[in-house]
């Protein structure tokens, strides 16, 4: 029976070629589309859970209370590791290293800034790299030691053996390859190229060997024996800080190395989130795209039902059973799948290429994953039954007595349920459309916004190397101002986008002692406002002019306003422990997230702490020779080190990734769901087109012209979109609203997106139902009346 069902629904596919491969072309999109969108948020789930016990993995946090609010920071002492694996149950290894910084390595003349990272033994047994060459038993004790991945052995070394070589850090350290490891996924929060004993840290840095709890430096990483463990191992560690430093506010919590990409947010001291909210967005968007597909499938199924009415009516009237029936129209629905699914492969792989460079990301398609091949054919086969229920049902349930006399199908039971699919098909469409408008309003809107400092040509290039002195600062400056590539050089203590580097430790005449307020911390050379193009409000900023400015202190608006001087020029600062004068308040300007205000700031002129050369391009001169001046400058004077130049404004644009991506793939895939419920409203349109065709001949022979049927056909449809509208705008109102609400600046919602969704979908509508709807009004009026 089977044999038989399968050969007449391929009959019956091959003799309907047409609204085979419009059913084939709709559904492969949407399976196409819900795929990629899957292998994307499968591709950020799988974050960090490519270790062995990546279960029993915690990162630790550290919330700090205030009177206003808890931080939250994976930044904790050096010692919190050691302590940790002394004194808390349960735990296995106890880890704490760097964050991942770049730092040139070479050999020879082969000379790369790559991502390191300084830690301990303990960190290759929590994070279990595979060993490709070296003694897993001696790793990181050996201090001029260093790990390299595979890509870094191959750039420093080409099909060499690296192990046992030598390689040079900074151009000072000269380190012996030890090991080499499989290379970091890109799917690993902690990225790197190469690893360095803790130990070779403390020699660099010596101030690290000293204990110290109020210096949060370091990330440390436990992992326990087992998970039954951990809320005795919470427990313990939450008063971890006031056991060790008295006074604190500050308390630690386990943090699941699972979820530390996905719940990044914390609120007084919680996960509320983070990326999970725009995967979950994604998920909903790849399965309502693949609803809205089978949802097209039903309608185009539909509108074929008065041809395929007498089909049913013969085969119920030789003895076919209504089950029997719906089993065939099911198969031909899941054979339409399953060829749909062989076309959806191939658009994957033709999109993939441009989706990973257009994200930044590696999207494959694991061919040799069971549960790839599980998820495939259960998502396909699940297609083939939603798409296929309501026309297996529908079209079955013909009486054969009445669609053998001619019996019209389209009851208005029938043409409800179909206007109904039609309307969910333009509510999603409507909402896509209004929020993809939103998105790209909220994304315009904080690029456009002020940020404090003119950002256009200005270049920021790491002091590294023969840079570092005043002695070699100061003829850097006068080299690139003498060749007219720049106008302007000043200092700073880290780029211009880059958080981090604040401290309590701020106090002043009049400070309420219970109230903590958490101050960036910065230091900046001579003619650093002029530089970046900003204004001072009050007061002067550093100059060469003054001699005692190391005892000085430059702090922004929003410092002032916390401090509450009226005119805070001349008063004293208490920073860590010293007396501080304010000479000047700068503007504030964006340094961290644009979607906030800017944190209370002070700003030192200690040139021992400043890490980086700011600079102002000449604009009179083309950017590419100033540029191509300031590397031969700078190459001349430091020619171990690349000269690693960037633009503030290119690492500006990096704080808004986020918001890009989900506007890029909203609008992507947004579009596939409106072109997919095009298709669906074709189904309509030809169903009402070819129910209506006597009246629609009728009306011709009595003088209606084509526009004036088409002007008929379209005022349905019309009405069928502005109730989708109607349903659309309070959904939409809701997601976006809660969208926005987590920016403290926003666009908020205007009628402006409302309108391009009235607009576009009505466009939309017309267009779609015209192209079919111009067939029939321009069709002779004798071909449908004939018969009568």
């Given at each position: ?507 002043w005449p009049g400070k309420n002692p219970k109230e ?231 666009v908020g919602i205007n009628v402006l997106p409302f ?34």
């Amino acid at each position: 029976m089977f044999k038989l069902d399968l050969k007449i629904a391929l009959r019956s596919l091959w003799k309907n070629k047409g609204y085979t491969l419009i059913n084939v072309g709709g559904l492969a999109i949407g399976l196409a589309s819900c795929m990629i969108l899957l292998l994307y948020v499968a591709y950020e789930w799988s974050y960090d859970r490519q270790f062995t016990n990546f279960e029993k993995t915690y990162v630790i946090y550290n919330n700090v209370k205030t009177t206003t609010k808890t931080f939250s920071w994976a930044w904790t002492p050096n010692a919190m590791a050691d302590e940790v694996r002394s004194k808390i149950t349960g735990v296995a290894y106890a880890s704490h290293s760097s964050y991942p910084q770049e730092q040139v390595i070479s050999n020879g003349e082969k000379t790369f800034k790559k991502k390191a990272v300084y830690t301990d033994p303990s960190f290759l047994k929590i994070f279990d790299y595979k060993l490709i060459k070296g003694n897993p038993n001696t790793l990181l004790n050996n201090i001029n030691s260093v790990i390299l991945t595979e890509t870094m052995a191959k750039n420093l070394f080409g099909d060499e053996d690296p192990i046992n070589k030598m390689v040079k850090l900074q151009n000072t350290e000269v380190l012996k390859v030890e090991a080499v490891i499989q290379d970091v996924p890109k799917n690993s929060s902690i990225q790197l190229d190469y690893i360095m004993p803790w130990a070779l840290f403390i020699k660099q840095n010596p101030w690290a060997k000293d204990i110290n709890w109020g210096n949060n430096m370091c990330l440390t990483v436990v992992q326990l024996q087992k998970n039954t463990s951990f809320d005795q191992a919470n427990t313990q560690i939450r008063d971890i800080y006031s056991r060790n430093q008295e006074g604190t506010t500050s308390k630690a919590l386990l943090h699941p190395l699972s979820k530390w990409h996905l719940y990044d947010n914390f609120e007084n001291g919680k996960s509320v989130g983070g990326k999970i909210d725009q995967l979950r967005i994604f998920l909903i968007l790849a399965f309502c795209i693949l609803l809205i597909a089978c949802v097209n499938f039903m309608n185009l199924s539909t509108a074929r039902s008065e041809k395929r009415a007498k089909e049913v009516g013969v085969r119920k009237a030789i003895g076919s059973s209504r089950g029997a029936l719906i089993g065939q129209f099911m198969i031909e629905s899941i054979l339409l799948s399953f060829m749909a699914m062989l076309v959806a492969f191939t658009l994957m792989e033709i999109s993939l290429p441009y989706f990973n460079s257009l994200l930044g990301i590696e999207l494959v398609i694991k061919y040799e994953s069971w549960t790839f091949w599980a998820v495939l054919v259960g998502l396909t086969t699940f297609t083939g039954f939603v798409a296929g229920s309501y026309p297996a049902f529908y079209l079955s349930s013909f009486e054969p007595v009445k669609v053998l006399k001619g019996f019209n199908t389209a009851g208005s039971s029938s043409l409800s349920v179909r206007k109904i699919l039609v309307i969910f098909q333009f509510v999603f469409a409507a909402c896509l459309i209004i929020c993809t408008a939103v998105i790209y309003q909220q994304l315009n809107y904080i690029k456009d916004k002020p940020v404090g400092y003119n950002k256009a040509g200005l270049v920021q290039i790491p002091i590294q190397g023969n840079l570092a002195g005043k002695e070699k600062l100061a003829l850097l400056k006068e080299r690139l101002i003498k060749t007219g590539a720049v106008t302007q050089v000043t200092y700073f203590s880290t780029t211009l986008n880059t958080s981090g580097n604040n401290t309590f430790s701020v106090s002043w005449p009049g400070k309420n002692p219970k109230e903590d307020i958490l101050f960036n911390n910065r230091a900046a050379g001579e003619d650093f406002a002029q530089t970046m193009g900003t204004e001072m409000v009050a007061g002067r900023e550093f100059s060469a002019k003054f001699t005692a400015d190391s005892t000085n202190i430059v702090i922004n608006e929003a410092a002032a306003k916390v401090i509450g001087f009226k005119n805070p020029i001349g008063k004293t600062l208490n920073v860590m422990g010293k007396p501080f004068t304010i000479i000047g308040v700068m503007k504030d300007f964006v340094m961290e997230s644009p979607y906030k205000t800017a944190a209370p700031m002070y700003i030192t002129n200690h040139m021992e702490n400043v890490d980086f050369i700011i600079a102002r391009l000449n604009p009179a001169q083309n950017i590419s020779t100033s540029a191509a001046q300031i590397d031969e400058v700078v190459k001349a004077l430091n020619p171990n080190f690349p000269v690693d130049r960037t633009f503030a404004s290119d690492n500006f644009e990096q704080k808004f990734q986020d918001e890009r991506l989900l506007g890029i793939l909203s609008n992507w895939f947004g579009g596939f769901a409106i072109f997919i419920s095009c298709l669906g409203l074709l189904g309509l349109a030809l169903f009402m087109a070819e129910q209506r065709k006597k009246e629609i001949s009728i009306r011709k022979v009595l003088g209606a012209s084509t526009l004036n049927i088409l002007t008929l056909l379209n005022k349905d449809f019309i009405k069928l979109v502005a109730i989708a509208n109607l349903i659309a705008f309070p959904l939409a109102y809701v997601i976006i609203s809660k969208w926005l609400s987590a920016y403290e600046f926003n666009v908020g919602i205007n009628v402006l997106p409302f309108v391009i969704a009235i607009g576009l979908s009505s466009i939309i509508a017309i267009i779609t139902v015209s192209v079919q709807s111009v067939k029939v009004a321009k069709a002779t009026p004798i071909d449908s009346l004939k018969h009568e």
